[in-house]
């Protein structure tokens, strides 16, 4: 992945440094971005707009990782971010990431929040439902003051990894729907609203995605209803924003595409459909979460006790788990994984890594071919760079780990690990039953 590469004392370097380094000065576990393989998917999609003159917004999906240096990294490459809470967007703009590039999602954005964004004058907001409109128009009108906005819609194209389907009216939390009038009735409360400035539609069909037709396909649908509604009204959509869930390679099963191949293919729909109904190209927003920032990411931990159940597997155990990496405990994902300082080893034996936290399900990877695995190594997990923090928890109070951001032979920490302090500061003692 990336700039990894192995050195002469047989390491696994990133980044031009040396894991086993950044281990023993940094401790484990320990995240490690690489910085230049962001950069590089990040022009990955950025440049193939460029190159096919059309103006677009590359949005990071900050809830893949969101950090103060993450959101920077992101405004150095050009990129607009969006966010989903006011944690986030705090973070942005704690960042100095420029407001007018953030679009703000959820489907139960707080009153408090709202007011956030407006505050800070973001870029727009993304309206996911009936209420959230009645609140918008509320907020906006008593403070007089204008939002760019686009609503969510659910074009009933469902993407799943390896497979998509259409379905007539999709079952989501998220968005309006397109098939059954809802879209339509979002569209009649919004268009013309003095405060709200209606740009068009998001929709966003899944994620870990590795099908181009899947986004080619709710493109055309909703370019279609931008037709209808302009036929009917006048009203032209400026912005079709897509969404993201681009795949990644997490192991050798995964066949992604490069991020030229989405956005070509996405263009090529959009432009199409845009022609046939005879309405301006709008704008095409896109949000890439994982495939900014997932293979950037690696997950060094150390290893430490191990079990045999004999005839069944070979347990080692290492200083992290689910509460660092939830998602193969949550959706059964799969990494791969190596012994950073033992990358040139043969591989001996098959294991299963398992985290130290308290429930049996608390595995990272099943059936990994190692180099004997001895207290002490240094266990990579690779692709954890998206929800992979961003999900971490203090289950079993273990403190969150840090991460470090690597570039050209040079390393920088960019969240400190979490210390015993941390986890007691937001406790307060008990008063109650004292007498
Ligand atoms: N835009 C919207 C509106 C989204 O809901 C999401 C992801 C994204 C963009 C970014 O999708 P990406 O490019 O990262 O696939 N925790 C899960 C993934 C949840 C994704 C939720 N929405 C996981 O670890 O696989």
């Known amino acids: 992945y990336g700039t990894q590469s192995i050195n002469e004392l047989g390491h696994l370097t990133i980044g031009g440094v040396d894991t086993v380094e950044l281990g023993k000065q940094y401790g484990t576990p320990l995240f490690v971005y690489d910085l230049a393989l962001f950069r590089e998917r990040a022009r990955g999609f ?28 992101a405004a150095q490459e050009g990129l607009s971010v969006d966010v989903v809470s006011g944690g986030e967007l705090y973070t942005a703009l704690k960042a100095g990431f420029p407001s007018a590039k953030i679009h703000f999602h959820g489907n139960n954005k707080s009153i408090e929040e709202i007011e956030q964004a407006f505050d800070s004058k973001i870029g727009c907001i993304v309206i996911d439902n009936f ?23 659910t074009p009933g194209v469902e993407a799943h990894t390896h497979d998509f389907i259409t379905t ?9 729907d397109l098939s059954n009038g809802q879209a339509d009735e979002a569209f009649r409360l919004l268009f013309e609203d003095e405060y709200l400035q209606l740009k068009g539609m998001h929709c966003h069909i899944g994620s870990q995605i590795f099908e181009t037709e899947a986004f080619s396909l709710a493109a ?44 070509d293919d996405m263009i090529k729909a959009v432009k ?61 994902a799969k990494y791969e994984g190596a012994l950073a300082n033992k990358m040139n080893a043969p591989l001996e034996e098959t294991y299963t890594v398992a985290g130290k936290l308290c429930e049996s399900g608390d595995k990272i990877i099943e059936d990994l071919q190692l180099p004997k695995a001895e207290v002490g190594d240094l266990l990579a ?26 570039e050209d032979g040079k390393h920088q920490l960019v969240v400190k690990r979490e210390t015993l302090e941390d986890l007691v500061k937001l406790d307060l003692p008990l008063t109650l039953g004292e007498g």
């Open 272 to 332: 199409k459909e845009a022609e046939q109904f005879g309405i301006e190209l709008p704008e095409v927003w896109i949000e890439p979460g994982r495939s900014l920032v997932g293979d950037a990411g690696t997950t060094l931990y150390t290893v430490g006790s191990s079990k045999v159940v004999p005839d069944v597997r070979n347990y080692i155990a290492i200083d992290g788990g689910m509460s660092d990496n939830i998602r193969p405990a949550l959706y059964e």
């Open 168 to 176: 007539g009216q999709a079952d989501s939390k998220f968005g309006f």
């Open 381 to 406: 997990t690779f692709c954890t760079g998206a929800y992979g923090y961003s999900m971490a928890s203090n289950y079993n109070r273990i403190a969150r780990p840090a991460v470090v951001f690597v």
């Open 131 to 153: 209420y959230e409109i009645e609140l918008l128009k509320e907020i906006s009108a008593k403070r007089k003051q204008k939002m760019d906005v686009l609503f969510r819609v």
């Open 220 to 263: 055309k649908k909703v370019v279609d209803k931008m037709a209808e509604w302009q036929q009917s009204t006048g009203f032209k959509a400026t912005v079709l924003n897509l969404g993201g869930g681009f795949g990644i390679r997490y192991t050798a099963e995964d066949t992604p595409l490069a991020p030229a191949v989405y956005v």
């Open 46 to 73: 950025v440049d193939t707009f460029k190159k096919e003159g059309v103006k677009a917004q590359v949005a990071y999906a900050s809830k893949a990782f969101s950090s103060v240096a993450i959101y920077q990294a």
